[in-house]
């Protein structure tokens, strides 16, 4: 088989992490099986298109190296791609289902439509358009044929609607639930096609999977209730149907619900994959991209939201827990829809943070230099490269976003013009500044190299005289870098160099003396 697979976003505004999985997955399957990916647009409710959303959506996919063969933005042999520039083939097949008997005109004005809803209410009831009430609405079922084509031509809006069976089992094979049944009672006459000439999305859908020959629906567990209606749509048009799969939700950290733009407002984390600008209201909603997330970091993380890779080869079961972090390549070979939870994935900020940490330790070191060195000269600091690559491999295993570089290593640029209040009372004891003396003048006299310092200072000096280590190196620390973080004390001063280390001390005893 040829496995072709489509993502389908509707333009109604930034893709969300949970549309980005759908991507991923339907990508991973494509390229697992030799498969074409391809891009379609459904744009159908106009009514809801933002503008700017489609453009989003390919640059975010583009960013997560999501590739397409096909799309609305690169073409191909099954085009056009956008289901607005479909929009005259989509008729046929409306004008099909009513010649063959699977679907009816109906004239049914909202406010009729509203009237009915609202007289069933009164009557605790839910008014559904289906075979128990469309021969009391105003259709071709309930006026005839003729009527209707009167009608028709004489301008009257009309809808076509799909003609469910009455009381028959539906079926939908999906790969990650099994067989889904529901009774054809419980679904109403979806309307498919509007008279201003738009098909809705359900006939779209259907009519393109076909003609674009996709092999497998992937996609978000929210269409699993349209599914029935999609599978009676294959039959009416005597179509072979895709495979279904429909994924788990992502949901909130705490599991109750769909992850929404809320809770990563209240939680502190992006839903989207690059930041977003409402075109309408302004707003602004932060996106991976923009905090500093790598794009590996952010794939991996969705990957596994809703999918593991079972255990790890060769293992006989005994232990369950599998490698978590995969390049997009071993995704691609290791990925399994059998392997899909049918349980909803919840999100957790934690996990993301510590891939992105994990593949923030796998970029070159040159590559964490230059981001150290952009963040240096944005603050006019003039730093020889060599010392801040220095610097960017040295204090790499402390960074998870590219933003906290400059807070974790200023020192090394900058000294401190102010001391940690807590650390101050904590460490420097009185009569700190004599052994701060001390230290300098050992700084002055041994040779400026890291056993030399060790000696005098730790063993010679402070161990001899059976001083306190903690309290000697913290304040010494202090003095350097203003609070009691950073490497190892002994490099820091050799990075740091004898002369600037020497200074910082001697301006410490200087303010710390008269301050206290
Ligand atoms: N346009 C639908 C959406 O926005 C696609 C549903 C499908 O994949 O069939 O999610």
């Keep these: 088989m040829n496995v072709r697979v489509r993502f389908a976003p509707s333009p109604t505004g930034p893709l969300h992490i949970g549309g980005v999985r759908t991507a991923l997955y339907n990508y991973l399957f494509a390229r697992q099986n030799g498969g074409k990916m391809i891009l379609r647009i459904e744009d159908t409710d106009q009514t809801r298109f933002v503008p700017g959303a489609e453009q989003y959506i390919i640059e975010a996919l583009d960013w997560l190296g999501i590739e397409f063969d096909e799309g609305v933005h690169i073409g191909g042999p099954y085009g056009p791609y956008r289901q607005s520039d479909r929009k005259p083939m989509y008729r046929q097949y409306a004008d099909q289902l009513i010649r063959d008997g699977w679907a009816y005109y109906a004239f049914d004005r909202p406010e009729a439509l509203d009237a009915k809803r609202k007289e069933y209410e009164a009557q605790k009831k839910t008014f559904q358009y289906d075979c128990t009430t469309r021969g009391s609405m105003e259709n071709s079922i309930s006026l005839g044929m003729e009527e209707a084509q009167r009608r028709i031509d004489a301008g009257v809006p009309y809808v076509v609607r799909f003609m469910f069976p009455d009381n028959i089992d539906i079926t939908v094979h999906d790969l990650i639930r099994g067989d889904v049944t529901m009774n054809s009672r419980l679904l109403d006459d979806k309307v498919l096609f509007k008279s201003d000439g738009m098909p809705t999305y359900h006939l779209a859908n259907i009519v393109d999977d076909h003609t674009m020959e996709i092999t497998h629906v992937i996609r978000g567990e929210e269409w699993l209730p349209s599914a029935p209606l999609h599978v009676m749509l294959y039959k009416a048009f005597g179509w072979q149907a895709p495979m279904f799969a429909h994924l788990p939700l992502l949901l909130k950290p705490e599991g109750n619900g769909k992850l929404s733009k809320r809770d990563g407002d209240r939680l502190g984390f992006p839903v989207f994959p690059l930041e977003w600008h409402d075109p309408k209201s302004g707003e602004v ?196 870098v203003g609070r009691t973080v950073g490497p190892d004390m002994i490099t820091l001063v050799l990075t740091l160099g004898k002369k600037e280390t020497i200074s910082r001390v001697q301006r410490a005893i200087e303010k710390l003396k008269t301050e206290n």
């Design 285 to 480: 909603s932060s996106g991976y991209r923009e905090q500093g997330y790598l794009p590996q970091a952010v794939v991996n993380m969705l990957a596994l939201l809703g999918w593991n890779p079972g255990k790890r080869e060769g293992d006989n079961g005994a232990n369950p827990v599998f490698q978590e972090l995969m390049t997009m390549d071993e995704l691609i070979k290791l990925f399994d829809i059998s392997h899909i939870s049918k349980n909803g994935a919840k999100f957790n900020l934690d996990k993301a943070k510590w891939f992105q940490h994990e593949y923030f330790q796998q970029l070159s070191d040159d590559t964490v230099a230059d981001m150290l060195d952009k963040q240096v000269k944005a603050r006019g600091i003039e730093a020889p490269r060599e010392y801040v690559a220095k610097v960017a491999s040295m204090m790499k295993e402390r960074i998870t976003f590219p933003s906290e570089l400059w807070d974790t290593c200023c020192y090394f640029f900058q000294a401190p013009t102010e001391y940690n209040e807590k650390d101050v009372a904590k460490r420097w004891q009185p009569g700190m500044e004599n052994h701060m003396a001390k230290v300098i003048e050992i700084l002055q006299t041994v040779p400026f190299e890291h056993d030399a310092i060790h000696q005098a200072l730790l063993e010679d000096y402070i161990k001899a005289n059976q001083l306190n280590t903690g309290a000697i190196m913290n304040s010494l620390r202090l003095a350097v």
